[in-house]
Structures are given as C-alpha cells and as structure tokens.
C-alpha cells in the first residue's frame, strides 16, 4: 500500500518540495492540506503516516503555529527534519505588468523574508498575509491582475504566472527547517538531535538548573526557545533540541533529572541531523 505524506499546501510551496525530499527513497502518495493543525489531525486520525511542516526560517525565526501545535496533547513524533535554501520570486499575472501591482500577497514568513526588497521597491503597498506562498501563486492565477505574490521559482510555472525578480529575500543564505512527523520517531543513527518541551517549576533558578543537567552529562544544545504556556499570563514553556537519541543511556538519565525537576515534560523525538551534503 501506499504511503501517504500530508504537506502545508497548495501545490508549489517549500513544504511539498521538502515532503519531495523526504519521499525519495520509496514511492509517496502527497496531499496537501490548507493548515498546520489540519496536517496534526491526519496523523492523529491515521489518514496519512507522515506530515511535512515548517519549523523554523534561519532569518525570521520560528513558525509559531507549528510550535503551538506540537505543545497540544497530540500522540505524534518528530521523525526526520530537512532543511532547505530559500529563493523567493515576485510574480504577477502573465497579463499584468509590474506597474499594475497594489497589493503583494505571500505567507506571513516569506512577506518577512523579503521586507527589505518590498520596503525598496514597493513603499506603501498593501501587504496581504495567505496560508502559503502557493496559495498566494494560486489566487493570482485565477485573475487577480493587481497583486503580486512571493513564491518559489517551481510555483511560477505550476501556475503560468511571469516572474517580475528573482531572489528577492533579503539575506543570501535563507534556509528554512521542515518536520517530517509520524506516530514514531527515528532509531538511533549515531547522529541525532532530540527535540523536547518543558513546563519547568515556578521557582528562582528553574531553567539554571534545568541547563546544568545537559552541562553535566555534555549534551550539546542547538536551540531554546520560549513560547506562551497558554495556562497563564507570561508563563511559558521551553522548546529544547539536543543533540543525542533519547535511548542512549545519557540522554535517558538527562530526560528523567530535567523531569523530576519541571512540571511537565514532553519529548517530541529523536531523528537523524541533516546534513548540507544531503542537500
């Protein structure tokens, strides 16, 4: 039977190309969905065994809805991430001209992405926020000739629209994380990240001391970052990658010192580090 990946849609955005990578060692059936919480509950509910989402941009920051959505009681793991360059295009109906642009359509990240080319070039324009870089594409297509959107190269021929400036994101090495989730993260490779949310204690020191336990045991951190509990006003909870597998007996012994001390421990899983040259 075959497999089936869900990917933040419509066809034409970095997720399906990222979803392309992680499918190309078998043959994938890819869906895509309109939203990040969609994608959740189609894993969730055994519609699809795998979903591609973006995680985080190496310019903007987080994608705070993916990071929302991996904090909620969903029974779902990180499997593998892939990590891609960004190259963002304008693009306009094929018959449009530039000069008939008034508003420039993308998703939130790429509109962020491009802030510096749009501020240069398009001073003033009504700036709309879709649920993708296609979905932007998409919508030109079907006639709006007085908007632009940003996009991949890819989308621009998916969706026959003329291509106004190529590489317009505003630092040159614009990379973007993707997660491939599943029921079930990834076995030890020798080369792994753990991805984990803590709910630490209300008390002096809480995250000092939470740290000091992968000093002690030398776990390396690659990233922490904080996001609203939700519980609470200005309580928050602690999204830590890492690198090492949670079966490996130090990162075991880490997981249960940084439980005893938080309220609450999650770990999203453990998977393979991407690496440039798999690019």
Not at 133 to 140: K, M
């Amino acid at each position: 039977m075959t497999k089936k990946i869900a990917y933040l849609g419509p066809s034409g955005t970095f997720c399906e190309e990222a979803a392309l990578r992680f499918g190309l060692q078998e043959q994938y059936e890819l869906i895509p969905y309109g939203y990040t919480e969609s994608i959740f509950a189609a894993i969730d509910q055994k519609s699809v065994d795998f979903g591609v989402v973006p995680v985080e941009n190496s310019c903007e920051g987080s994608v705070n809805a993916t990071l929302d959505m991996l904090s909620r009681n969903y029974h779902i793991k990180i499997r593998a991430e892939i990590i891609l360059p960004v190259r963002h295009c304008l693009m306009i109906h094929p018959e449009a001209e530039e000069n008939d642009i008034e508003t420039i359509m993308s998703h939130s990240q790429a509109l962020a992405q491009c802030s510096e080319y749009i501020s240069k070039h398009y001073e003033g324009l009504e700036l709309i926020d879709t649920g993708s870089t296609a979905e932007a594409c998409r919508r030109i297509a079907e006639g709006e000739k007085n908007r632009a959107a940003i996009g991949t190269e890819s989308a621009s021929r998916l969706y026959g629209l003329k291509i106004v400036a190529q590489e317009i994101n505003d630092f040159r090495d614009n990379e973007t994380r993707f997660l491939v989730l599943a029921e079930e993260d990834a076995p030890p490779s020798g080369d792994d990240k753990t991805s984990i949310i803590v709910y630490l204690k209300d008390r002096p020191g809480a995250l000092y001391d939470i740290l000091g336990e992968f000093a002690r045991l030398k776990l390396n951190l690659t990233k922490i970052e904080s996001r609203p509990s939700r519980s609470g006003n200005w309580d928050y909870l602690f999204f830590i990658d890492f690198c090492g597998h949670h079966r490996q007996p130090e990162v075991s012994q880490c997981l249960g010192a940084v439980a005893a001390q938080s309220r609450y421990l999650k770990v999203l899983g453990s998977y393979p580090k991407w690496h440039r040259e798999e690019a």
